[in-house]
T-cell receptor, first 111, second 115 residues
Framework: KAGVTQTPRYLIKTRGQQVTLSCSPI?????VSWYQQTPGQGLQFLFE???????NKGNFPGRFSGRQFSNSRSEMNVSTLELGDSALYLC??????????FGPGTRLTVL | AQSVAQPEDQVNVAEGNPLTVKCTYS??????LFWYVQYPNRGLQFLLK??????LVKGSYGFEAEFNKSQTSFHLKKPSALVSDSALYFC?????????????FGKGNQVVVIP
């Protein structure tokens, strides 16, 4: 089976712009979670989608949003980008409520 | 709220020596515990998990971890470290009290295996 894929792998944006990141889970996995990784804050949970419904949300401002499609693919959107949004954004999928499998991440740089 | 503590920033070990990476957790309900490893510019790679059952769990690449409920710990171990084990290791917990996959991660431990 193919693993979790994320596109694009690298992004450079400027402050005030918006960005959309995409994640394709492992085939058959219905749960998709998003995490932000930064040197200062470590790995922080953004949100989880299960069967097209947001099941949980972390402590991030409303500029961060996401959605999941009927084929379980997920997107996350960040509007009005700030310098502090520069991070590695990781997507993870899960078949059941056990281990999550992570994609390679999207490295976002905000200038 | 669920949380994980990894008390050491960096663990240095000589090749061939035992490797231990420490992790303690806090949850309201019962924990699901995980260890992941991250190599530079890569995502997280699953090593092993504790869900229920035997307190000693074995995972990939010769790693194992022991669940200790009374000490709320889940330390990662490897009997003989390899240079290729040098990487960033994360402990994570999911609180089964909540019906979702939200993981809380520790800050990570940089493991350096010295040849």
């Amino acid at each position: 089976k193919a693993g979790v894929t994320q596109t694009p792998r690298y992004l450079i944006k400027t402050r005030g712009q918006q960005v959309t990141l995409s994640c394709s889970p492992i085939s058959g996995h219905r749960s998709v979670s998003w995490y932000q990784q930064t040197p200062g804050q470590g790995l922080q949970f953004l949100f989880e989608y299960f069967s097209e419904t947001q099941r949980n949300k972390g402590n991030f401002p409303g500029r961060f949003s996401g959605r999941q499609f009927s084929n379980s693919r997920s997107e996350m959107n960040v509007s009005t980008l700030e310098l502090g949004d520069s991070a590695l954004y990781l997507c993870a999928s899960s078949l059941d409520d056990n281990e999550q499998f992570f994609g390679p991440g999207t490295r976002l740089t905000v200038l | 709220a669920q949380s994980v503590a990894q008390p050491e920033d960096q663990v240095n070990v000589a090749e061939g020596n035992p490797l231990t990476v420490k992790c303690t957790y806090s949850v309201s309900g019962n924990p699901y515990l995980f260890w992941y490893v991250q190599y530079p510019n890569r995502g997280l790679q699953f090593l092993l998990k504790y869900i229920t059952g035997d307190n000693l769990v074995k995972g990939s690449y010769g790693f194992e971890a022991e669940f200790n409920k009374s000490q709320t710990s889940f330390h990662l171990k490897k009997p003989s470290a390899l240079v290729s084990d040098s990487a960033l290791y994360f402990c994570a917990v999911r609180d089964t009290q909540y019906g979702n996959n939200r993981l809380a991660f520790g800050k990570g431990n940089q493991v350096v295996v010295i040849p």
